[in-house]
């Protein structure tokens, strides 16, 4: 359950500086699980954040990231939350969930996007074409900051709860989203009982195809080219990097539709626990 990583308080001068250029170009109050473990790579991740920077920051990246978000089942209907969910967990849930509703589709088409650029399939661009600007920011009503908890020092329930959950998604390490939710441990485990049984099950499965396979189209569709090629980043480093910051992004974006996926559920039951329509 461990992937090297620099958590965003242990970010020193330029690090720190590009941490904070990654969450109000994405428009997310947290630094993803890829950008912390890619940030033992600070050549390979400065240049991919800023030769991203303009896709990122145009109207048709929000636009496909919202697209992205309505491939999700509509006839869902889970079962209550248990009653041992405290009301507090209830409230940090209800704070947390938006924010990784809002984050994952942009962070799958992120990674798409780098991963079609390390495979020499780059894209494209508009040519001369402008597209809108949407400017740089976190929305006001995100919370500032979003404390993940760290595995190690977690309380033997919550690590036993946070390693089911790697092990059945066949991950390193757990990712964000569940290291933040991890501090309401009510919710958490009463939300893993209704999901766990589903990853296996057939639409589960197709949804997260449908998923990959509709972020590969829309990377290809964006505004800007980028020139994130081995063979330029072979100037300033070596193949071994190279190969690991491919492993790391290829890992991310395998990961990322089972965790919409997963929140969409989990804001359903939280919806459907308040008497709220989804």
Same mark, same amino acid.
């Given at each position: 359950? %461990?992937? +090297?990583?620099? @958590?965003? !308080?242990?970010?020193? =001068? ?17 630094? #993803? /699980? ?12 400065? %240049?991919?954040?800023?030769?991203? &920077? ?6 048709? *990246? ?14 869902? #209907?889970?079962? +209550?939350?248990?009653? *041992?969910?405290?009301?507090? /967990?209830?409230? =940090? ?8 509703? %809002?984050?994952?589709?942009? @962070? ?7 991963? $079609? ?7 494209? !661009? ?6 809108? #600007?949407?400017?740089?920011?976190? +929305?006001? $009503? ?7 908890? &760290? ?8 690590? $036993? ?12 390490? +757990?990712?964000?989203? %569940? ?48 020139? @994130? ?10 193949? &071994? ?12 974006? #395998? ?5 919409? @996926? ?8 939280? $919806?459907?626990?308040? =008497?709220?329509?989804?």
């Amino acid at each position: 359950m %461990y992937i +090297p990583e620099i @958590l965003e !308080g242990e970010a020193r =001068g330029r690090l720190r500086r590009l941490y904070h250029t990654l969450k109000v170009t994405l428009h997310i109050p947290f630094v #993803h /699980d890829l950008f912390r473990s890619l940030a033992w790579y600070p050549t390979f991740l400065t %240049y991919a954040t800023e030769a991203s &920077r303009p896709n990122l920051l145009s109207l048709p *990246f929000e636009q496909a990231a919202d697209e992205l978000r309505t491939l999700l089942p509509p006839d869902l #209907h889970p079962p +209550p939350l248990d009653a *041992f969910v405290t009301s507090h /967990d209830v409230r =940090g849930a209800q704070s947390l969930l938006p924010i990784f509703q %809002y984050a994952n589709p942009k @962070l799958l088409l992120l990674a798409t996007v780098w991963h $079609h650029e390390l495979s020499a399939r780059p894209i494209s !661009g508009w040519g001369d074409r402008e597209a809108a #600007h949407v400017p740089p920011g976190i +929305p006001g $009503h995100f919370p500032t900051r979003v404390p993940l908890l &760290r595995v190690e020092t977690a309380p033997a329930p919550v690590h $036993h709860l946070l390693q089911r959950i790697t092990v059945r998604h066949r991950t390193f390490a +757990p990712t964000s989203d %569940y290291r933040a939710l991890a501090y309401y441990p009510t919710f958490l485990s009463s939300a893993w009982q209704t999901l766990d049984p589903l990853l296996d099950t057939d639409w589960y499965r197709q949804t997260e195809r449908a998923l990959s396979a509709r972020a590969e189209a829309l990377a290809r569709e964006l505004p800007y080219t980028i020139g @994130l090629t081995p063979s330029r980043l072979l100037r300033t480093m070596s193949e &071994r990097d190279i190969a690991a910051c491919i492993a790391l992004i290829s890992t991310c974006r #395998h990961t990322l539709p089972a965790l919409i @996926l997963d929140i969409e559920l989990m804001s359903r039951l939280l $919806h459907r626990h308040l =008497g709220l329509s989804s």
